[in-house]
């Protein structure tokens, strides 16, 4: 069985409803929020299985920290245009650090951004 190489993310939050909003917002979707006793997570919706990966908001006091080094996670931008979710991501509690950029006619086009809890992710579109 061929599968992507990713299974599943986490992205580190410190203020869960904060967090929740920005990534709501930004990629116009709806997060489902789980309360494991200490461990909150907010979970991005499967649209499409066979394309993408699985993952999380995730707040603990013990675990992972958000930070602006490291990994980073491409967001596909559900529009089809990037500029659409990069316009709400100021207005969301973040910033634009590397505005549209072209990839290649192939793979299109990323953005980088911090989130409002200070992750540093980027966005992802064909077009």
Not at 5 to 33: N, Q, S
Not at 105 to 117: K, T, V, W
């Amino acid at each position: 069985m061929q599968s992507n190489a990713v299974g599943w993310f986490e992205v580190p939050v410190t203020d869960m409803e904060r967090a929740i909003k920005f990534y709501e917002t930004v990629l116009d979707i709806k997060l489902d929020r789980n309360q494991m006793g200490p461990l909150d997570m907010a979970w991005f919706p499967m649209i499409d299985e066979s394309y993408g990966s699985a993952g999380s908001l995730v707040c603990h006091p013990n675990f992972q920290k958000p930070s602006a080094e490291g990994v980073v996670i491409y967001f596909t931008a559900r529009s089809g245009e990037l500029n659409n979710e990069l316009s709400r991501v100021e207005g969301a509690g973040g910033k634009v650090l590397q505005p549209k950029t072209k990839i290649s006619d192939e793979y299109g086009f990323m953005a980088l951004l911090i989130d409002s809890e200070g992750n540093r992710v980027a966005l992802h579109s064909k077009g």
